[in-house]
C-alpha cells in the first residue's frame, strides 16, 4: 500500500487522485492531523502525527505500507511565525518517517524547497550545487531535511528522492501559509472580486510550476530507475519565472477589468531571498524531467476551474440558505 502524510495539503490532494487513478482503490491511504470533512471515493483515509515515532511505525507496519509521499510540513510563512513548530513538523517528522522506512524496507518521496536557498545563493539560474544559506526557519529545515536524506540514502541504502519546489499553483486546496500564496490567491481574488491586493511588490520575480506538472515531476521521479538517480539531497526542479505584475497582466487577458494593488509584507523579505530562476538540468538530464505547462496555459486552466469551483460554492450556498428559509 501507498502512504501519503500530510495529504490535505497542496500537493497530496492531486497526489492522491493520480496515484489512486494509477493503481486503483484502496490502495492509497491517505493521512493527515485530523480527518477531512468530505471525503473522495477510492481511498482510505487515517489520521497521523508524523512527530510521533510510535504512530509512524504503527501505521507502516499495520497496512503494509511500501511507498510513502512524505508531504507533512508546515510552510515558509507559517514557520516564521511558530519556529519551534515547523523545527518539529518538518525535522523531526522527516526524521521519523526515514528511520521508520529503513526499519520497514519502503521506498520514500519527501520535497525540499527553494527556501533552501538565501541571500548568498545566485538569484538567477541558480545551479544545484551552490550555497544553501537560508536565511528563514523554514529553509533551515528543508536543508536539514536533504542533509538526512543523504545520510539515509548513503549509510543505510534507503531509496528516498527528493526535488526543490518551487512556488506551487493549485486550485485543488487553499493557499496554506507559503510566500508564494499570491500566485494562487490572486486567481481566486480575481474571480471572485474583480481586484486583488498582493502581499509581494509589482517586480517580485519567482520560480513557479503549475500543480500537474508538480504531480508529474514527483512520479516520473520515482518511476526513474534507481540508477540513474545521482542527487541525493533533492533535485532543483522549476517550470517558468514570473513577477507577481506578470501574473496579473496574464490574467488580465482573460479578465480585462482585474485590477491589482501591492501592500508587501513580512513575506517580502523571504520572496527577496530567493532565487528568481532556477537551473534543474540535473533533473532533466537523470530522469527526463520536462514540464508540460507554460504560464499562458497555467492561467487558461487555473481560471476555467476557479470559476467552476467558486460556481460550486455559490451553488451550494444558495441551496443552504433556502433550506434555513423553510
Known amino acids: 500500500m501507498i502512504l501519503i502524510t500530510g495529504a490535505s495539503g497542496q500537493i497530496g490532494v492531486d497526489l492522491a487522485d493520480e496515484l489512486v487513478r494509477r493503481h486503483g482503490p484502496d490502495t492509497v491511504l491517505v493521512t493527515d492531523l485530523r480527518m477531512p470533512e468530505k471525503q473522495r471515493p477510492g481511498r482510505i483515509y487515517d489520521v497521523l502525527d508524523v512527530t ?7 501505521i507502516i ?8 509521499y512524505h508531504l507533512a510540513g508546515i510552510l515558509s510563512a507559517t514557520g516564521e511565525r511558530h ?9 523531526n517528522g522527516v526524521r521519523n518517517v526515514l528511520e521508520a522506512a529503513r526499519r520497514f524496507g519502503c521506498r520514500v518521496f519527501w520535497p525540499s524547497s527553494i527556501a533552501v536557498f538565501g541571500p548568498t545563493t545566485p538569484k538567477v539560474d541558480t545551479p544545484q550545487a551552490t550555497v544553501t544559506e537560508p536565511g528563514t526557519m523554514y529553509g533551515a529545515t528543508k536543508v536539514t531535511g536533504e542533509l538526512l536524506c543523504k545520510f539515509h540514502a548513503t549509510h543505510h541504502d534507503l531509496d528516498v528522492r527528493s526535488v526543490r519546489f518551487p512556488g506551487i499553483i493549485s486550485h485543488s486546496a487553499p493557499p496554506g501559509g507559503g510566500t ?3 500566485a494562487v490567491d490572486m486567481f481566486f481574488q480575481a474571480v471572485r472580486h474583480g481586484h486583488y491586493t498582493c502581499f509581494v ?15 508529474k515531476s514527483v512520479l516520473d521521479l520515482m518511476d526513474a530507475d534507481a540508477d540513474r538517480i545521482t542527487i541525493r539531497t533533492s533535485y532543483n526542479l522549476t517550470a517558468f519565472s514570473f513577477s507577481a505584475g506578470e ?6 487577458k482573460y479578465i480585462p477589468d482585474f485590477t491589482c ?37 497555467m492561467v487558461q486552466d487555473m481560471l476555467h476551474h476557479v470559476r467552476i469551483m467558486i460556481e460550486k460554492e455559490q451553488a451550494e450556498a444558495a441551496v443552504d440558505t433556502g433550506h434555513d428559509d423553510a
Open 261 to 297: 494593488d501591492y501592500a508587501p509584507d513580512f513575506r517580502q523579505d523571504i520572496a527577496d531571498s530567493w532565487p528568481q530562476s532556477i537551473n534543474d538540468s540535473c533533473a532533466r538530464e537523470d530522469w527526463a524531467w520536462q514540464p508540460e505547462y507554460e504560464l499562458d496555459a
Open 180 to 182: 508564494t500564496d499570491w
Open 247 to 252: 501574473l496579473a497582466d496574464a490574467i488580465r
Open 83 to 91: 519556529p519551534e513548530l515547523a523545527w518539529n513538523v518538518n525535522v
Open 61 to 68: 507496519q499495520s497496512r503494509d505500507i511500501s511507498v510513502i
Open 52 to 58: 510521533y515515532m510510535e504512530s509512524v511505525e504503527k
Open 201 to 215: 511588490t509589482e517586480d517580485t520575480r519567482l520560480p513557479m510550476m503549475y500543480m500537474p506538472d508538480a504531480v
